[in-house]
């Protein structure tokens, strides 16, 4: 069995999931990959089932009864490889915004040192193709504001493209994970570091999707902005434990 897992979220991605399928079984290390589809009318869960014939040992699939929320699919995504005893565990979008060819670097960087790797667009300056100039400049303020409210030094706070180490996912309680949208990200990053995780980040190049539709929404943005700032108020009334370099919790 593989020590890793790609975890992809599907809604309405009939035309990329077969080819996403195919680049990331197709690397040259060995990683398995899981979608969880919510139920996408579209067939996306039915032409995963038709693809296992061919991946039997390497291709899963988590279906659920409808569109519950991103981050309540990388929850249930999490839940599945930690029951199944993978280390690493890398989340991505199925729309080919984040290149499944990067995906032996952030599995290398956690192997090596790191316990969260971050496939960053702002790293090394915007590192983004094809979106409108609004949309990469409500993304990078986006991330400027998170790193002013958290103190969190991360450049790219709500990007999807991520590696965690087991440990981490061990420690932070997926239980209390507050948020659905993509604020999911930030809170996920936040917990990582308040808990004294490494959290490194890598330059990508994020391309936006050609097929399909976007899932972004004014909900989305919504619960991003003023997430945070409950994010951070919580976190003072929370005792964090901190994480030593063997990754054992110490007081």
Not at 136 to 151: G, H, N
């Amino acid at each position: 069995m593989s020590e890793r897992l790609v975890i992809v979220p599907t809604y309405n991605e009939i035309e990329n999931i077969s080819r996403v399928v195919d680049v990331v079984l197709g690397l040259p290390i060995k990683v398995h990959l899981l979608i969880v589809d919510d139920n996408s009318p579209d067939g996306t869960g039915e032409r995963i089932k038709a693809l296992q014939s061919k991946h039997t040992k390497s291709l899963h699939l988590i279906e659920r009864p409808g569109k519950l929320g991103l981050g309540t699919a990388y929850i249930e995504g999490f839940r599945w490889a930690m029951e199944k005893g993978y280390l690493y565990i890398c989340e991505m979008d199925a729309d080919f915004s984040h290149n499944p060819n990067d995906l032996p670097r952030l599995f290398e960087s956690c192997e090596k040192s790191a316990d969260v790797t971050i496939g960053s667009r702002y790293i090394s300056g915007v590192n983004v193709v094809n979106w409108p100039m609004s949309r990469v400049l409500i993304s990078y303020f986006a991330s400027v504001y998170v790193r002013l409210i958290t103190r969190m030094k991360v450049r790219d706070a709500t990007a999807g493209f991520v590696c965690y180490r087991r440990e981490v996912l061990d420690v932070i309680n997926l239980e209390k994970i507050k948020f659905k949208g993509y604020a999911f990200q930030i809170e996920m990053k936040f917990k990582a570091w308040k808990y004294g995780f490494n959290v490194v980040e890598l330059p990508i190049i994020f391309t936006d999707r050609k097929e399909g539709t976007s899932k972004m929404s004014g909900k989305i943005v919504s619960e991003a902005i003023f997430g945070v700032i409950g994010l951070k108020i919580r976190s003072w009334f929370k005792n964090y434990k901190r994480v030593d370099t063997s990754k054992k919790i110490i007081s």
